[in-house]
C-alpha cells in the first residue's frame, strides 16, 4: 500500500522511481500495473492540458464587454478618453486657423475687439434704413441681450444672401458686392451696410 | 510591477477601463479552461469565462476586498455557473458554431483522451475541481486550496481520491480492450 501511494505520488511528480522501487516495480505485477495506468494518466493529462491551450478569446466578446463597461462608467471613461480629447481639440483649433487664413481674401475683417459695438450701437446704427453709418437693420432678427457684444464681419455677398435676410434688393443686381455684417454672439447678423462702391442695391 | 487583481478591481471600479481589460486578459483563459474541464463543451466555457466578467462589472457586484482574493471570486462565480450549466444537462448549442463546438473532443482524436475525459466528467464535483486545478491548470495545492475555498489537506486527499478513481477507470478499460 505504501509503495502504491509513494508510486502514485512520484508519477504524478514527474520523479523517476529510485533504485528500491524499480527493483520492486520488476518483481510486483500490481504495483508496476499501477505505476504504468498512472504514467498513462499524467501523458493524457498533458494531452487535455495541450488542447485547451489552444484557446484564444474571442475579440468580438471582449470588445462586447469593453463597450459594456464604457457604457456602465461613462463618466469615467470620458475623463479617459480627455487626452486624446485634447489632441483632437487642438488639430481642430489649427485647422480653423489654416481654414480662417484661407478665407482671409475674401474677409478681411473677422472681429475687431478694439471697437466691440452694443446693441445700443446697432440700434443707432441701424436705426433707420438710410441711417448716417449705413447700417440696416435685418428685420425679424433674435432680440439681443443686454450688454451683448457684436463682432463685424467684413465679406462679399450675393444679392440672394440679402434677400434671404429679409432685405430688399434690386433684381436687376447680379454681381458680388462688398459688405459689413453686425453679428451678434450667437453668430445672427443684426444689420448689414453695403460697401460704398457697390452699387445697384436699396 | 503588475498590480494584483484586487488594486484592478479598485482601479476598474473607478471607472478604469484599461483596469477591466487587464483583468480579463489575465484570468480569461484560465476560467474558460476551468469550465472547459469541468463541463467539456467549448461554447459553454466561453459562455461561464465571459459571464464572470459580465458579474464584476455589475456595480452591485458581492465581491469585497476585505473578504478574500477576487480570483478566488471569479472561480467561486464559474463554479456556480459551471454546476447550473451540467444541471441544466447536454448544452444546446447555436448552429453556427458546431464546428468550433467541441476543442478538446475535435483536436485530440483520441480514443483514450476521450474516454479520460467522459471519466473527468462523471467524477463528483469536489474530485473533479481537485484534478482541474492541481493536474490540468497546475496550481499548487495552496493555490488550489485558495480556489477551492478548503484546507491544502483536503485538496490533497481530494486529488489522491480523484486520481485512484480515473486510474481505476482507465485499468478498467485497459482489461476490457485485452479482453476484446
Known amino acids: 500500500m505504501q509503495a502504491r501511494q509513494e508510486i502514485s505520488q512520484k508519477v504524478h511528480d514527474g520523479q523517476e522511481p529510485h533504485a528500491e522501487l524499480s527493483g520492486h516495480l520488476k518483481t510486483c505485477g500490481k504495483c508496476r500495473g ?14 487535455m ?34 487626452p486624446v480629447q485634447h489632441w483632437a481639440w487642438a488639430l ?37 434704413s438710410d441711417g448716417q453709418e449705413g447700417f440696416i ?6 432680440a439681443l441681450a443686454s450688454g451683448e457684444l457684436m463682432r463685424v464681419v467684413r465679406t ?6 440679402l434677400v434671404s435676410l429679409g432685405l430688399d434688393v434690386d ?16 453668430g445672427y447678423p443684426r444689420a448689414v451696410r453695403v460697401s460704398t462702391d457697390s452699387e445697384g442695391v436699396f | 510591477m503588475s498590480r ?73 462565480v464559474a463554479r456556480n455557473l459551471v454546476r447550473m450549466f451540467r444541471r441544466r444537462g447536454p448544452v444546446q448549442e447555436p448552429v453556427d458554431r458546431a464546428v468550433h463546438h467541441d476543442i478538446v473532443g475535435g483536436l485530440i482524436r483520441e480514443e483514450n483522451l476521450v474516454a479520460l475525459r467522459g471519466a473527468l466528467l462523471e467524477l463528483p464535483d469536489r474530485y473533479r475541481e481537485a484534478v482541474v486545478l492541481c493536474d490540468l491548470e497546475e496550481r499548487n495545492y495552496d493555490e488550489a486550496a485558495r480556489i477551492m475555498d478548503c484546507p491544502v489537506g483536503t485538496v490533497r486527499s ?12 482507465l485499468r478498467k478499460r485497459r482489461a476490457m480492450e485485452v479482453a476484446v
Open chain 2, 158 to 169: 481530494r486529488l489522491h481520491r480523484a486520481r485512484a478513481m480515473l486510474s481505476n477507470r
Open chain 1, 49 to 82: 492540458r495541450q488542447s485547451a491551450a489552444t484557446h484564444r478569446p474571442s475579440v468580438k466578446r471582449r470588445d462586447d464587454l469593453m463597450r459594456n463597461f464604457s457604457a456602465q462608467y461613462p463618466l469615467t471613461a470620458q475623463r479617459q478618453r480627455r
Open chain 2, 4 to 76: 494584483t487583481d484586487e488594486e484592478l478591481f479598485l482601479l476598474m471600479r473607478g471607472g478604469d477601463q484599461k483596469a477591466f481589460a487587464d483583468l480579463y486578459d489575465r484570468r480569461e483563459r484560465q476560467l474558460y479552461r476551468y469550465a472547459l474541464h469541468n463541463l467539456g463543451d467549448a461554447w459553454a466555457a466561453e459562455e461561464i469565462a465571459h459571464e464572470v466578467f459580465v458579474e464584476l462589472m455589475r456595480t452591485d457586484s458581492r465581491y469585497d476586498p476585505q473578504r478574500g482574493p477576487l480570483e478566488a471570486w471569479m472561480y467561486g
Open chain 1, 34 to 47: 499501477v505505476w504504468e495506468i498512472r504514467q498513462e494518466l499524467v501523458r493524457q493529462f498533458d494531452a
Open chain 1, 137 to 142: 437693420a435685418v428685420p425679424y432678427a433674435p
Open chain 1, 171 to 186: 433684381p436687376a443686381w447680379s454681381g458680388k458686392m462688398q459688405a459689413e455684417l453686425l453679428v451678434g454672439e450667437d
Open chain 1, 156 to 161: 462679399e455677398l450675393y444679392p440672394a444672401a
Open chain 1, 92 to 128: 481642430a483649433m489649427a485647422a480653423a486657423v489654416l481654414l480662417m487664413v484661407a478665407v482671409g481674401s475674401r474677409v478681411t475683417s473677422l472681429w475687431n475687439p478694439a471697437q466691440p459695438v452694443t446693441m445700443e450701437e446697432v440700434s443707432s446704427l441701424a436705426g433707420s
